[in-house]
């Protein structure tokens, strides 16, 4: 017997409550013609990517469409609607995000109005270890230290995490096995990138003096076979 208040009843009752809501949600719209069909999904997905605070993803926008709708079309007949408008639809981090248009930044910054989704502020520093970490995740604090010739801080480390960039990651198969690094879905998104190869042209940093890669994978290699520092050994406690 399943006791009313338990974890296995309010379940049960969750899930009463959303097959209830998606029949009575009618996705199909049988009884519009064609075209005001078509019209009514463009809405219901330009309010639903308009209404979250993260890329919507295309599996999502689906359940807001007829069965047989193609997200992908939709989403071009947006895209052509917006052309005229300062912001437009963009596809990031495996889903799309109303951005606004470049060449109205300079006038959101003038205005000095709060924007909603914009990439925190790193210090430079702080901005260079997430890109190494973008480039060679998973990687320990330690790795990065021997990337950057200097300790990176836990409170860097911290820092880049608190604005939602940074994960922990598997544990290092090194003495100790210490916590790595990887980037998140927000890392993408706050970057108008949709996946990691989209990272800028690493022989590009290397040109600039910014990054070379070869010292940092013979960095990371000797680490991983020399052992892990006994302060890395401890995990990254937020």
């Known amino acids: 017997m399943t006791m009313a208040g338990s974890p296995a009843a309010k379940q049960s009752r969750k899930k009463r409550v959303n097959a209830a809501s998606e029949r009575l949600f009618d996705r ?49 007949d947006l895209i052509e609607e917006l052309r005229d408008r300062p912001y437009e639809l963009v596809s990031v981090a495996g889903g799309w995000q109303h951005r606004t248009r470049v060449r109205f930044a300079e006038t959101i910054r003038a205005s000095s109005t709060p924007t909603r989704g914009s990439a925190a502020a790193l210090s430079e520093f702080e901005a260079m270890v997430l890109m190494a970490v973008g480039y060679f ?12 010739g200097k300790e990176v ?37 706050a970057f108008g990138m949709e996946t990691l190869r989209d990272l800028p ?9 910014l990054l070379s890669r070869y010292a940092v ?11 892990a ?9 937020e």
């Open 137 to 148: 995740q998973p990687v320990t604090r330690g790795e990065l230290s021997k990337i950057f």
């Open 217 to 227: 994978q013979e960095d990371v290699a000797g680490s991983r076979e020399g052992g």
């Open 229 to 237: 520092d006994e302060d890395d050994e401890l995990p990254y406690i």
């Open 28 to 76: 199909e719209l049988e009884d519009l013609p064609p075209e005001l069909r078509w019209r009514e999904w463009m809405l219901r997905v330009e309010a639903v990517i308009f209404a979250s605070t993260e890329p919507v993803s295309r599996e999502t926008l689906a359940r807001v469409v007829g069965r047989d709708c193609s997200v992908d079309l939709l989403i071009d």
């Open 201 to 209: 042209n690493i022989e590009a940093l290397e040109d600039e003096g």
């Open 153 to 189: 801080s836990r409170d860097t480390i911290a820092a880049i995490r608190g604005a939602g960039f940074l994960a922990s990651g598997p544990r290092s198969p090194t003495p100790g096995a210490p916590y790595t690094y990887v980037t998140t879905p927000h890392f993408l998104s």
